[in-house]
Nanobody
């Protein structure tokens, strides 16, 4: 079992950048396909980005492609989400999640992810 803790959220102006971190403990991030999701007030949780267990494949939701980058550091057992050119529409609570079913790659639905962090708030002002 893995425990996930997100950090790095905050308040930023439109056009700015943030880097979110997801620190894992209990098991290596290389044991999972890892994903980032977000949930805005009144909306369902939605897929943002994912990286596969090998670290060689990534997938992005269309509106963040070219602006966000998912990566990982296996030595630190941490997954990152670098967010550039932020927009007010990116405002949400961001969650990282771990998917144990490696062959299901790429999975963009929330129900397939087995472990979740507590989330970190990202607010983008206009």
């Amino acid at each position: 079992q893995v425990q996930l803790v997100e950090s790095g959220g905050g308040l930023v102006q439109a056009g700015g950048s943030l880097r979110l971190s997801c620190a894992a403990s209990g098991r290596a991030v290389s044991s999972y396909n890892m994903g980032w999701f977000r949930q805005a007030p009144g909306k369902e949780r939605e897929f943002v980005a994912a990286i596969d267990w090998s670290g060689r494949s990534t997938k992005y939701e269309g509106s963040v492609k070219g602006r966000f980058t998912i990566s990982r550091d296996t030595a630190k057992n941490t997954v990152y989400l670098q967010m550039n050119s932020l927009k007010p529409g990116d405002t949400a609570v961001y969650y990282c999640a771990a998917d144990t079913v490696l062959y299901a790659w790429p999975r963009t639905e929330t129900y397939g992810y087995d472990y979740w962090g507590q989330g970190t708030q990202v607010t983008v002002s206009s």
